[in-house]
């Protein structure tokens, strides 16, 4: 209503001016009768013009219409790197509709937290470049998630990670920490977002010493003026690149999935652990898209001790919250009696029935680890086959354990190993093996753990590949991260070939000896 009135008075003030205009003296050069229609034609434009600014806009027709109102930064498609990347995405049609199309159980729930955060719109499309939307990826560099969090920044943003779920993999808890990363780094670098993009992949410190390098130097302390890490360089253009084609598709003949903007999912609070078959059933949904929606959960059943919230498809959560309140709380999961055997362990009956000591313990009533043979303990138990939770950790395990090509080779993991080591016994990268089991060449190995590794007679740079030993000079900005990626090697490796410590600050020209893959491009 108020811009109406506001409307009416402009028009008014508008009228008023043409009658003034009109009653003034008239010159020898313009001696004709004023045009009453004209002047209301034009009074009546004015009114139009108002009202389509002051009426609210109508409501985004899809998701990809509401991200384009968001967004804030300049793409500067001058530049060579971000003109190269809209080239390569909208030649790469398949690819988009691919991701936009794994986006839509997610990005709305990310554009409606970073509308709320107060970042730009473009951020909805980072996860493309972070992880493909892909909530179960995994890097080489321990990063998990669609925001691809490595393990100490999840928990220094309160993601936990434990056996039972992993918060970097969570769709609301890492969309939730990644805003606050992203609020935090703008703090630090005055609102650039172009910064706070390359800090959020190369480190806070990362960029905050080149800028202080040009700053030395007199240069220019821009994005495009600093010198970043390669695949920075290459990440910001990828984002600013990924917004011009998502801004206008159909110029660029890009085919962006059809993706409401309405929620695809509802929260709710089951109040206790519940077998996530269990909980499919309820909710008359495969157990797939549960695993996809709760990525976070990474056994057979959310963790015991909390959180306790599922995301369930809005159209299937009325009949999912009706199911769960008629099913007593004790039997949302299975429970075998075990009896113990002489020898037997916590750990060990834990392991073999895919639970924890501390279930066992809280479920017994236990206050130690002391068991007796004889003894009689309810053990939570999946109450299907292993198969059936696909996308359980041990089965993702398992299905890229089966997806490489060649001879295949197992190896159980001794007390003392290391991946780095284990690959140079089987003869094979370092990254290679870890892609094979579904970890990153820093995972800590666990004693007993199964590893499997694939050789190719017809490889011959497997066959002929050596270890050089190197002297490696500690440059300005390395960590024992950097220097372990840089040469693809293991963090452990280098703390041991070395006797320091990895949390030991690494001084410029220190030197540090290394042994690596003579294929290694360091």
């Not at 004023?34 to 009074?43: F, G, N, T, V």
């Not at 003109?83 to 709305?108: L, P």
């Not at 990828?238 to 509802?266: K, M, S």
Request: hydrophobic share 35%; aromatic share 10%.
């Amino acid at each position: 209503m108020v811009y109406k009135k506001f409307a009416v008075a402009i028009l008014a003030a508008a009228v008023g001016a043409c009658a003034q205009i009109d009653s003034a003296p008239q010159t020898a050069d313009a001696v004709q009768t004023p045009d009453i229609d004209a002047d209301a034609s034009e009074a009546n434009a004015v009114s139009q013009n108002i009202l389509a600014v002051a009426e609210p806009a109508l409501p985004p027709k899809d998701i990809w219409q509401r991200l384009r109102r968001g967004f804030t930064l300049d793409r500067q498609l001058e530049q060579p790197k971000v003109k190269d990347y809209v080239s390569y995405f909208s030649s790469n049609q398949g690819y988009m509709a691919r991701v936009t199309e794994r986006s839509r159980r997610y990005i709305f729930h990310v554009a409606e937290q970073l509308e709320q955060a107060n970042v730009p719109m473009e951020f909805a499309l980072l996860p493309i470049v972070e992880s493909a939307y892909d909530p179960f990826a995994y890097s080489h560099a321990q990063a998990s998630g669609m925001w691809q969090f490595i393990p100490a920044t999840g928990r220094s943003f309160g993601l936990h990670q434990n056996w039972w779920y992993d918060g970097r993999r969570d769709v609301v808890e890492s969309t939730r920490a990644a805003t606050e990363y992203f609020n935090y780094l703008s703090a630090k670098f005055d609102g650039d977002w172009l910064l706070v993009l390359a800090a959020y992949n190369a480190g806070e410190g990362t960029v905050r010493r080149a800028i202080e390098r040009n700053q030395r130097a007199g240069k220019g302390t821009s994005f495009w003026d600093l010198k970043l890490p390669r695949e920075t360089r290459r990440y910001v253009p990828q984002l600013l690149a990924l917004a011009e084609v998502v801004a206008r598709p159909d110029h660029y003949r890009v085919p962006l999935h059809d993706v409401g903007n309405t929620p695809y999912y509802t929260a709710v609070n089951v109040g206790s652990q519940i077998d996530l078959a269990q909980a499919a059933e309820l909710a008359g949904v495969e157990i797939e898209e549960l695993y996809l929606l709760n990525p976070g959960y990474n056994r057979w059943a959310t963790d015991p001790n909390g959180s306790h919230r599922l995301l369930i498809p809005s159209s299937k959560s009325a009949r999912f919250v009706e199911a769960l309140e008629k099913l007593p709380a004790d039997q949302r999961v299975s429970w075998q009696r075990y009896k113990v055997a002489r020898g037997d362990s916590l750990s060990v009956i834990a392991r073999r029935y895919e639970t924890t000591v501390a279930a066992i313990q809280q479920t017994n009533k236990l206050r130690g680890s002391r068991i007796r043979a004889g003894q009689t303990l309810l053990i939570p138990s999946a109450s299907g086959p292993s198969a059936q939770y696909a996308y359980s950790i041990d089965q993702r395990v398992q299905k890229r354990q089966s997806s490489g090509k060649g001879k295949k080779s197992n190896y159980t993991v001794r007390p003392g190993d290391t991946l780095w080591g284990i690959a140079r016994s089987l003869d094979v990268k370092v990254r290679e093996l870890a892609s094979w089991n579904n970890m990153a060449p820093g995972d800590t190995l666990r004693p007993g753990r199964q590893l499997v590794a694939y050789s190719s007679t017809s490889n011959s740079d497997s066959s002929n590949r050596t270890t050089r030993k190197v002297s490696y000079r500690v440059r300005n900005g390395d960590s024992l991260y950097r220097i372990a990626r840089k040469f693809r090697i293991d963090i452990g490796d280098i703390v041991r070939w070395n006797k320091i410590s990895k949390g030991s600050y690494l001084q410029p020209g220190q030197r540090l000896t290394l042994f690596v893959d003579s294929a290694s491009n360091g």
